[in-house]
């Protein structure tokens, strides 16, 4: 069983910046091959996929974070992914989430949620204009 544990949320005004970290524990061996994904969620309305990154560090952006989110991979002892938000706007507020699966690449789906096995609590995102 993996356990992924977001961290990073915050309250921050229009234009802002956060940087959102995901790890993973439980894990008996550091994962070679994997796809790793943001995902978030507002109230009262559907999940919806931000971006992801693979194990060799090809990455996927939505077009709402593209040019202003930034994905990264770190394989220390430890699978972890950071998610770099610029210039965050009140409609980037939500619970944030990582998710990840392991395979070759992130698939062609990769903003379908069904695509990935583990999933983490969430961290939140409060944005004031």
């Known amino acids: 069983q993996v356990v992924l544990t977001e961290s990073g949320g915050g309250s921050v005004q229009s234009g802002g910046s956060l940087k959102l970290s995901c790890t993973t524990r439980?894990?008996?061996?550091?994962?070679?091959?994997?796809?790793m994904a943001w995902f978030r969620q507002a109230p009262g309305k559907e999940r919806e996929a931000v971006a992801a990154?693979?194990?060799?560090?090809?990455?996927?952006y939505a077009d709402s974070a593209e040019g202003r989110f930034s994905v990264s991979r770190n394989q220390g002892i430890v699978t972890v992914s950071d998610l770099q938000t610029r210039d965050l706007k009140p409609e980037d507020a939500g619970m944030y989430y990582c998710a990840m699966i392991s395979l070759t690449g992130c698939p062609a789906s990769w903003r379908d949620g069904r695509e990935y096995r583990f999933w983490g609590q969430g961290t939140q995102i409060t944005v004031s204009s």
């Open positions: 439980g894990s008996q061996y550091r994962y070679r091959r994997y796809c």
């Open positions: 990154v693979d194990n060799d560090g090809k990455t996927n």
